[in-house]
T-cell receptor, first 113, second 114 residues
Framework: QKEVEQDPGPLSVPEGAIVSLNCTYS??????FMWYRQYSRKGPELLMYTYSSGNKEDGRFTAQVDKSSKYISLFIRDSQPSDSATYLCAMSHSGGSNYKLTFGKGTLLTVNP | DSGVTQTPKHLITATGQRVTLRCSPRSGDLSVYWYQQSLDQGLQFLIQYYNGEERAKGNILERFSAQQFPDLHSELNLSSLELGDSALYFC?????????????FGPGTRLTVL
């Protein structure tokens, strides 16, 4: 079993839809949870970062972490064609070994105008 | 633009050859990380350097090595290349090591081994 599982999609939605992206993980030592966005032929860029459990909102984006279920989500409201990209969840440990990011394989999202 | 630069953008080479990928971190960042992204494995951590010293190793093959120079730029050396080494190689940098801090990714080097 991989440490981080992510449905690769692809996911295709109409403009304005609410998008839900999810990851599950097996390592209970993960404390930091991130969502990266990667446009085609570009490097990943950080969208959201959450420490431990809870919700975090930033504009149209909401990140949720449920450590009891080892499940994290990213919601995109009022999705736009410019949101079309691959979304990668990433996690790291706390303490001295938390530099290494463990990524899901990514979900390819297409938002159709 | 993340501020992390990588050269070259594309590299095409043959099996058995050796290549060097270069990364310049953001100004002020002391940590450099190397990742490999392939279709079947996704984005995987290879190795981290902090201020010139190796700090952590991930799934890095023995044929691969890296170093960070006094000016903080880093090089990833890949030798005895195989077809399966074809992938995107990303460098990321962050301010420090030992606690969470955002990693900024470069644009990547696309390696094709023929």
């Amino acid at each position: 079993q991989k440490e981080v599982e992510q449905d690769p999609g692809p996911l295709s939605v109409p403009e304005g839809a609410i998008v839900s992206l999810n990851c599950t993980y097996s390592n209970s030592a993960f404390q930091y949870f991130m969502w990266y966005r990667q446009y085609s032929r570009k490097g990943p860029e950080l969208l959201m970062y959450t420490y431990s459990s809870g919700n975090k909102e930033d504009g149209r984006f909401t990140a949720q972490v449920d450590k009891s279920s080892k499940y994290i989500s990213l919601f995109i409201r009022d999705s736009q064609p410019s949101d079309s990209a691959t979304y990668l969840c990433a996690m790291s440990h706390s303490g001295g070994s938390n530099y290494k990011l463990t990524f899901g394989k990514g979900t390819l999202l297409t938002v159709n105008p | 633009d993340s501020g992390v630069t990588q050269t070259p953008k594309h590299l095409i080479t043959a099996t058995g050859q050796r290549v060097t990928l270069r990364c310049s971190p953001r100004s002020g960042d002391l940590s450099v990380y190397w990742y490999q992204q392939s279709l079947d494995q996704g984005l995987q951590f290879l190795i981290q350097y902090y201020n010139g010293e190796e700090r952590a190793k991930g799934n890095i093959l023995e044929r691969f090595s890296a170093q960070q120079f006094p000016d903080l730029h880093s090089e990833l050396n890949l030798s005895s290349l195989e077809l399966g080494d074809s992938a995107l190689y990303f460098c990321a940098s962050s301010v420090a090591s030992g606690y969470y801090n955002e990693q900024f990714f470069g644009p990547g080097t696309r390696l094709t081994v023929l």
